[in-house]
């Protein structure tokens, strides 16, 4: 294990333990380097890469903290990561999301409340045959949002937040060379909704799942 690693673990662990909490401040660089048995420069290596995902807040002339460790504040490193990635690996992701959004939105079909289910309807009336592919995708966006929170799992919303960014020009792409792109999305949200409304989870799962998969055969004909 590189010595960074080793650093990086050992502070977990701290974590784990609830030595550290939320929070918290990190003891100062000597002191902790000691109790960790780490030179300073391993250290340093550690906490820099935690800060870049977000485990850790590093404020200049004040110390080390923990952050709150919120699911959504911690898969910003996952969005980005996640951004990164091209062609055929945007499948995978796609894959990703086929077995976990329709698992969210069955959870979602006990729990949506009729002030969420408004708000869906109103991102589809917003949406015609007028409408550009930005605000297409826009509308696609704030629909799966809104029934992946209804789930009210933070983790699981937050995780297909940061997997659905990545989508974002596939869906775009898709938008430009597909007839009636519009209707058809309409078409199964409006499907989507009705099963929701009517509180028929499996019916949703199944819905959420072609949906999905529809993107995904598009897209694997277009790579």
């Known amino acids: ?9 050992k502070i977990k662990d701290m974590l784990i333990r609830g030595e550290i909490k939320p929070g918290d401040r990190l003891p100062p660089e000597k002191e902790l380097s000691e109790h960790l048995g780490l030179s300073r420069s391993s250290l340093r290596e550690a906490v820099k890469a935690l800060e870049l995902i977000r485990v850790l807040d590093v404020r200049r002339g004040d110390g080390t903290y923990v952050t709150s460790l919120d699911a959504k504040l911690l898969n910003e490193a996952v969005a980005f990561v996640v951004d990164l990635h091209q062609d ?19 959870i979602a079909a006990s729990k949506i409340t009729t002030e969420r289910l408004q708000a869906l309807r109103a991102t589809m009336d917003r949406i015609d045959e007028g409408t550009d592919v930005e605000e297409l995708v826009a509308h696609d966006l704030e629909f799966h949002r809104i029934i992946t929170e209804a789930a009210g799992n933070d ?16 869906r775009i792409w898709r938008g430009l060379t597909q007839d009636k792109a519009v209707t058809h999305t309409l078409a199964e949200h409006r499907a989507i909704a009705d099963a929701l409304e009517r509180r028929d989870a499996e019916l949703v799962r199944s819905l959420v799942t072609v949906h999905i998969s529809g993107v995904e055969s598009w897209l694997r004909q277009a790579i």
Do not use: H, K, N, Q
């Not at 294990?1 to 673990?9: F, K, L, P, Q, R």
């Not at 499948?91 to 939105?105: C, D, G, H, N, Q």
């Open 1 to 9: 294990m590189a010595v960074t690693d080793e650093a990086i673990s």
């Open 155 to 170: 983790y699981l919303s937050s995780l297909l937040g940061a997997l659905s960014s990545s989508t974002v020009r596939a």
């Open 88 to 106: 055929r690996s945007i499948l995978e992701l796609f894959e990703v999301r086929r077995i976990l959004e329709p698992a969210s939105a069955f």
